[in-house]
């Protein structure tokens, strides 16, 4: 009778279970959210009076488990909080140190254990002790089942009652897979809402962008009927309505010139799936024809089939007549003999016109993968050209061409920067000189051959007359003594011309001997001023000398040195009118010494800064300023041969100039 009535209870208890588990089941197949099915599990349980239940869940890093619901009573927890010091919250277990919980979770076991047992693992004795009789949970046996998810552990479920044999573990494992599968359902309907609400958004952004559209949209069918339009695509063919346009066939907005290449590329546009650019000429309502780009794509269905088209089209009627105007603006360069060139910041050619390319050997093609700096192969192109044009916008100068074959070119360039689309470009403008060049040659080893042959006979004439004036031949005439003062000067003048002319001659071929010393520059400069200031005084032209006390030591060729600076001084002299003032500056910076000479006279047209350091150049200036135009360029020699550099500014006409020249304080390089 007692094994019968045991077997009657066993029965009951397993009924009991069972319908315990199909009503938890029930509740929460109903819930969609991860956190809610917890907790109405855990609601479930309180309702039973009879079991509890605390479902734990997995750290991120696997190693432990948190409490996330639990069906014991609140007070109850309140008590295991304050004995242990822990929040529910924010308590952990370390799965190292359960071996309970340790095999439910990675051994997927499901154990039958006291619930004494298990909290003795998780706190110090007595007070895991304490803790069990206070809970009541000294004889309680419970049942701790894994939790799954997609067939992946999450955690684990621990059932316990005062009423819970072994034979109850396989309904326990049945509540565990219950919650399991109402977990993957709930995940796999907030997959599918936040699929729906993507699908929503991404349908709304596409409105969205389908009606703000500037470019015209159109939506066909496989034959070409339009099904939808955008605002945009009224407005290109001068429509108010989409019932004007929904209904009718593309080609009717096409010009008939085009009708057959557009039936065409529908064809191509099925094949590929997608064409751009396409060009067109379409017709507006009104008739007006304009031309439009076209790109264009296949719409399928879920299946993959094709079920239409989306068009995109654009008003390309400005780039159209852009095109045109470069067209006739490249035409316009090839048509002029000089080479037009543009580069961008880096030196990388990105336009030339036919005379550039035809001049120097090379295909279009060729050159526009060239950069300047492999094109130019001037001395110094790289860095003070490119530098001067940077910082002032414009840059005139001479340079040498490479031609394909090697020979060179001499050129004369006129460049510039421009500012196109945020971008700084170089506009080139180069001529060819070469013809130029050789009649300088040619009037170079003319003025040598005539300079040698001049300054014989001068040397002559000047120490005749020379000797005559110290009366040494007898008594000289007042009226002829004043006749010979006069040949004398014109022919220190005439010497003077000739030296500076041979000088150039010397320089251009690096045969100028320099003299070169430890220098006190300082002597240089105090003796230019003593030397000038007469002439300044009679022209009643103010004079400001300006620089360091110091010796200002370099190595230098102190008579030459001596006529660069006077030949700045005279020039700028000349070039000032009566009244007006002269400055001679000298700045002792790191390496070199800056010396400026700078003036308030008629100033230097632009045109006129690629010629001023040539001789006898052909500088406009006031017809009672005489001079041969050598004294610059002599300048400019001497001053590269101690290896510096002399240049010159002015803001324009009737502003003034500045000459400015540097000095190394060692021994230049170019010095000889």
């Known amino acids: 009778m007692e094994e019968r009535r045991q077997m009657d209870e066993q029965l009951r208890d397993l009924i009991e279970i069972m319908h315990f588990t199909e009503n938890v089941s029930a509740r929460i197949h109903r819930v969609s959210d991860e956190a809610q099915i917890y907790k109405a599990v855990k609601e479930e349980f309180a309702k039973s009076r009879r079991y509890n239940v605390t479902i734990f869940l997995l750290t991120d890093d696997g190693l432990r488990l948190r409490p996330v619901e639990t069906s014991i009573r609140p007070g109850m927890v309140r008590v295991a909080e304050k004995v242990t010091g822990f929040k529910k919250e924010s308590y952990t277990i370390d799965l190292n140190k359960s071996s309970i919980l340790g095999q439910v979770v990675r051994e997927g076991r499901t154990v039958q254990v006291k619930v004494s047992s298990a909290i003795g693992e998780l706190f110090p004795q007595p007070l895991a002790s304490l803790l069990a009789r206070l809970m009541g ?6 049942i701790v089942t894994p939790l799954k998810r997609q067939g992946n552990i999450i955690g684990a479920l621990m059932m316990s009652s005062t009423q819970l044999a072994e034979y ?21 309907n907030a997959e599918h809402r936040r699929m729906e609400e993507a699908l929503r958004t991404s349908e709304a952004r596409l409105k969205n962008i389908f009606a703000a559209s500037p470019d015209s949209i159109t939506v066909s069918d496989l034959n070409g009927t339009i099904v939808d339009c955008n605002q945009a695509s009224l407005d290109l063919e001068g429509y108010s309505s989409k019932n004007e346009v929904v209904g009718r066939n593309s080609l009717e907005f096409i010009a008939r010139k085009d009708h057959s290449r557009a039936m065409e590329n529908m064809r191509k546009t099925l094949e590929q799936g997608i064409v751009k650019n396409l060009e067109y000429t379409l017709v507006t309502k009104d008739g007006r024809e304009f031309p439009a780009e076209l790109s264009a794509s296949v719409i399928r269905d879920a299946s993959g089939a094709a079920i239409g088209f989306v068009g995109i089209t654009k008003d390309i009627t400005e780039r159209k007549r852009a095109e045109e105007e470069l067209k006739l603006r490249a035409q316009l360069l090839d048509a002029v003999t000089d080479s037009v060139c543009v580069a961008d910041s880096n030196g990388d050619i990105i336009y030339v016109s036919e005379a550039a390319y035809r001049s120097r050997g090379y295909g279009k093609d060729e050159l526009l993968k060239m950069n300047l700096y492999e094109l130019n192969k001037s001395a110094g192109f790289e860095e003070a050209r490119i530098r001067e044009l940077f910082e002032k916008g414009e840059a005139t100068f001479e340079g040498v061409d490479v031609r394909k074959d090697k020979s060179i070119m001499p050129v004369e360039v006129h460049a510039r920067t421009i500012e196109t689309g945020g971008s700084k470009l170089v506009l080139a403008v180069a001529r060819d000189i070469t013809e130029r060049k050789k009649v300088e040659e040619m009037k170079d080893r003319f003025m040598s051959a005539a300079t040698h042959e001049l300054r014989t006979p001068l040397v002559s004439i000047k120490g005749y007359v020379d000797y005559i004036l110290t009366g040494k031949l007898g008594p000289v005439p ?20 000739t030296d500076d002319l041979l000088d150039i001659q010397r320089l251009a071929f690096g045969r100028l001997p320099l003299h070169l010393e430890p220098l006190r520059f300082r002597e240089v400069v105090d003796h230019c001023a003593s030397e000038i200031q007469p002439f300044l005084d009679e022209k009643k032209q103010g004079f400001h000398l300006e620089g360091p006390e110091g010796p200002l030591l370099i190595q230098g060729d102190r008579v030459r040195l001596s006529q660069v600076v006077m030949n700045l001084l005279s020039n700028a002299a000349k070039f000032t009118p009566q009244g007006g003032s002269i400055t001679l500056r000298v700045e002792d910076k790191e390496d070199t010494l800056q010396i400026q000479v700078c003036d308030t006279g008629i100033g230097i047209r632009k045109e006129d800064f690629v010629r001023i350091f040539q001789p006898f150049a052909d500088i ?17 020699g001497l001053v590269e041969a101690h290896g510096g550099r002399l240049w010159a500014h002015s803001d324009g006409e009737g502003r003034g100039s500045t000459f400015t020249f540097t000095l190394p304080k060692a021994a230049g390089k170019g010095a000889n």
Do not use: F, M, W
């Open 137 to 142: 949970y000294e004889k309680t046996p419970c």
């Open 168 to 188: 109850l573990i396989p309904s326990v494992r049945n509540l565990a897979q219950h919650i399991s599968a109402a977990l993957e359902l709930a995940q796999e």
């Open 478 to 497: 007042e009226k002829a003594r004043s006749g010979l003062e006069v040949v004398k000067r014109n022919t220190d003048q005439l010497l003077r011309i």
């Open 620 to 636: 406009k200036k006031p017809a009672y300023i005489k001079g041969t135009g050598l004294g610059l360029s002599v300048a400019k």
